[in-house]
């Protein structure tokens, strides 16, 4: 069974400048959130998408956007990118909602200059 | 954002040792989860926990979720030059409103030859 699918995983960005990561769920699951992580703050969830609705969110700015198709794939967004963007992006799938366990993806390392 | 309380931080150990990290939290978590994080990679889930009072193994892994739920552990034993990496806990409150996962800052695990 395939994993979590995460493309691309890097990317070069400018300040300014936006992005959209995407990340293929592992099948069968219907569930999929995302995370940022950095040195600084560890592992921070972003958003999480269930049925194609954005179920929970974090706090981040309205700059970091995400949705889910039909398919279950997702992707998310990020507007207007500045320095402190710059991160590892992971999503993770879950087989549905709540609490089941979540198995990530390699992530997207995004560089912003 | 909320984190949970990781220790310790990092660990030396010789191999062959057993080796023990935990987690504690103010709030209560439903769902704990211990993943582990190589260099440039996604965290991969090592064991899943979804009832107080809960102990469960995998292979040398061992991780037990604390009977309060505000706590879990996480014990390897007899340590093999592989299990070098980052060991991560993280939680998940009850659904409706939950805000994903809940990490901890890692458990830096080195072996010492």
């Known amino acids: 069974k395939a994993g979590v699918t995460q493309t691309p995983r890097y990317l070069i960005k400018t300040r300014g400048q936006q992005v959209t990561l995407s990340c293929s769920p592992i099948s069968g699951h219907r569930s999929v959130s995302w995370y940022q992580q950095t040195p600084g703050q560890g592992l921070q969830f972003l958003f999480e998408?269930?049925?194609?609705?954005?179920?929970n969110k974090g706090n981040f700015p309205g700059r970091f956007s995400g949705r889910q198709f039909s398919n279950s794939r997702s992707e998310m967004n990020v507007s207007t990118l500045e320095l402190g963007d710059s991160a590892l992006y992971l999503c993770?799938?879950?087989?549905?909602?709540?609490?089941?366990?979540?198995?990530f993806g390699q992530g997207t390392r995004l560089t912003v200059v | 954002g909320q984190q949970l309380n990781q220790s310790p931080q990092s660990m030396f150990i010789q191999e062959g040792e057993d080796v023990s990290m935990n987690c504690t939290s103010s709030?209560?978590?439903?769902?704990w989860l211990w993943y582990k994080q190589d260099p440039g990679e996604g965290p991969v889930l090592l064991i899943a926990l979804y009832k107080a009072g809960e102990l469960t193994s995998n292979g040398r892994l061992t991780a037990q979720f604390g009977i309060t739920r505000k706590d879990s552990f996480l014990n390897i034993s007899a340590s093999i030059p592989s299990d070098v990496g980052i060991y991560f806990c993280?939680?998940?409150?009850?659904?409706?409103?939950?805000?994903?996962?809940?990490f901890g800052k890692g458990t830096h695990l080195i072996i010492q030859p």
């Open positions: 993770a799938s879950s087989l549905r909602l709540p609490g089941q366990a979540a198995f």
């Open positions: 993280a939680g998940r409150k009850s659904g409706g409103g939950a805000d994903g996962l809940t």
């Open positions: 998408y269930f049925s194609e609705t954005q179920r």
């Open positions: 709030s209560i978590f439903n769902t």
